[in-house]
């Protein structure tokens, strides 16, 4: 039954045209299993693979109740879909965790190195080019699982979370970081997810990492990175670059 209700929802929630491409799988994590939405290009593949990491709205509300909050998790799904990628979107909790919920917990790190480890064995996915991405909390946690790993060929960062001073600990893991960075913000965002990427920025360039920082004037802080948005275009380019 939760099978079912899964579809259906995508169904609902993806745009026309990528419904078809839609389906939700269970991977095994160290925090015991999780659910994924999983979006597919036609064809048999490989295809390259991109792993999302949602923010905490999901953690707290659940997809359905996100997306009534204006989350478009799965626009993201279906928009990577098009662009070519394998969509993999881990949900990292079981269930949701209350409308107020905002924390970094310590067993996301766990569960998103899982989804990189699964999303590589997938049938149609190409495990030589695998790119990592996340929003504010999202982010935040693939910046932790990010440094240490060779299998990344990207790590897009959209507005990633401070997470009460998680994100000074997770910068530590910048010298070890070998996949080239993405950086994303809107100026008007709130003053920890600037000085998160304030943080990020100094640490890459003090590392001499390959990092592009970019810093839109568009308005609606936060929720500009709640769907896919005039920012996208700058997304799928540096994918292109690093994922051909």
């Not at 913000?185 to 592009?212: C, F, N, W, Y």
Request: net charge positive.
């Amino acid at each position: 039954m939760k099978r079912v209700f899964w579809f259906c929802l995508l169904a609902v929630l993806l745009p026309a045209g990528a419904a078809r491409a839609a389906s939700t799988v269970e991977f095994t994590t160290p925090a015991g299993s999780r659910d994924a939405i999983v979006c597919q290009p036609e064809g048999a593949g490989p295809f390259p693979t991109v792993v999302f990491n949602h923010g905490s709205i999901v953690d707290g509300n659940g997809v359905q109740g996100a997306a009534q909050r204006g989350y478009d998790l799965a626009g993201f799904c279906g928009a990577l879909a098009k662009e070519g990628y394998l969509a993999f979107l881990p949900i990292r909790e079981s269930a949701p965790m209350g409308n107020r919920f905002d924390s970094y917990r310590d067993d996301y790190q766990a569960i998103v190195a899982a989804a990189v480890d699964h999303v590589k064995t997938r049938p149609g996915a190409d495990p030589g080019r695998v790119a990592l991405m996340g929003f504010s909390m999202g982010g935040l946690t693939s910046v932790i699982v990010a440094p240490g790993r060779t299998d990344l060929r990207a790590l897009v960062l959209l507005a990633p979370a401070f997470g009460r001073g998680r994100m000074e600990e997770a910068a530590k893991g910048i010298p070890r970081l070998a996949a080239p960075v993405l950086l994303l913000i809107e100026q008007s965002d709130s003053r920890p997810i600037q000085r998160a990427v304030g943080l990020l920025e100094r640490e890459l360039k003090a590392h001499g990492k390959e990092a592009r920082v970019l810093r839109y004037t568009t308005g609606g802080g936060h929720r500009f990175f709640y769907k896919v948005d005039s920012f996208w275009p700058d997304v799928a380019a540096f994918l292109r670059e690093k994922m051909r």
